[in-house]
């Protein structure tokens, strides 16, 4: 806390510049906390290689005849599960922080209210670079070939799917601010999104969902992602799902990052 505070009295006492300097030091210290426990990384590294291999090899050869053939329809469908169900970790690590009296603490440091919410924001944005990353190396490793042979277009994906997950990540910073405690945070989040990843196009086609459920699947805004990336990658195109996806992104922004920060600042 100490280097924190150090850090963040030096800053440049200019308006935006010293709110965004003191953010990215406060990203810094979340970046710090990762190193010193790095087991806070297993659901962004382990999840994606067990789940990849795992759901490769069991629905594989049911569901396309081949594992091989079966990747260009997983891996998206992983990658999204992976990386919007890790934003989950912003509001039970905000939501810890509360409960040991960290933001106490920061109330008598010389940084904006502001900084430490928007630096919790920031950080885990790597988490979600991570997640990605691996995802589409331990794919293109296993035979999915489009996301080395057009890493361009991998990359886009990757990006968009990372912009889509920080959207998220408000709603879930404002449970952390709303709920009682941490472990609270985590099940109302996996209760809301358990339905959304696994009711969706992510693993299975959804011609071969009962009605009720093939319907709730193709206006699923999860099912718009991954579709939005598995066009990217294996097509190499822009589609309207890109389009709703950044749109629907900017709708969560808009409606939860003021109330969020609303919900913030009347606890800092």
Known sequence: ??????????????G?????????????????????????????????????VMFAYIFGG????????YLPTLIPGILVQTVITGSVVTGVQL????????????RSLPIARIAPLAGALLADTVRYAIATTITFVVGGTMGYHQVFDHLGWTVAA???????????????????????????VQGISFLVLFPLTFLSNAF?????????LKVFAEINPVSHLITAVRTMVNEQQVTGD????????AVVVAVFAPLTVRAYMRKA
């Open 242 to 249: 890109v389009w709703l996806s950044l749109l629907g992104a």
């Open 16 to 52: 935006i510049t010293r709110i965004v300097g003191q953010s990215l030091t406060m990203a810094y210290r979340g970046l710090l906390k990762v190193r010193r426990t790095p087991e806070q990384l297993f659901d962004v590294t382990l999840q994606p290689i067990i789940f990849t």
């Open 1 to 14: 806390m100490t280097a924190v505070a150090s850090i963040a009295a030096a800053q440049p006492r200019n």
């Open 158 to 184: 990757g990006l968009l799917v990372i912009v889509v997950a920080w959207s998220l990540s408000w709603i879930f910073a404002l449970f952390g601010m709303l709920a009682r405690t941490a472990g609270s």
């Open 62 to 69: 049911a569901i396309s005849g081949d594992v091989t053939k």
């Open 204 to 212: 299975v086609p959804t011609g071969t969902l009962p009605e009720p």
């Open 95 to 106: 939501r810890e922080d509360m409960d040991k009296g960290v933001f106490d603490r920061f």
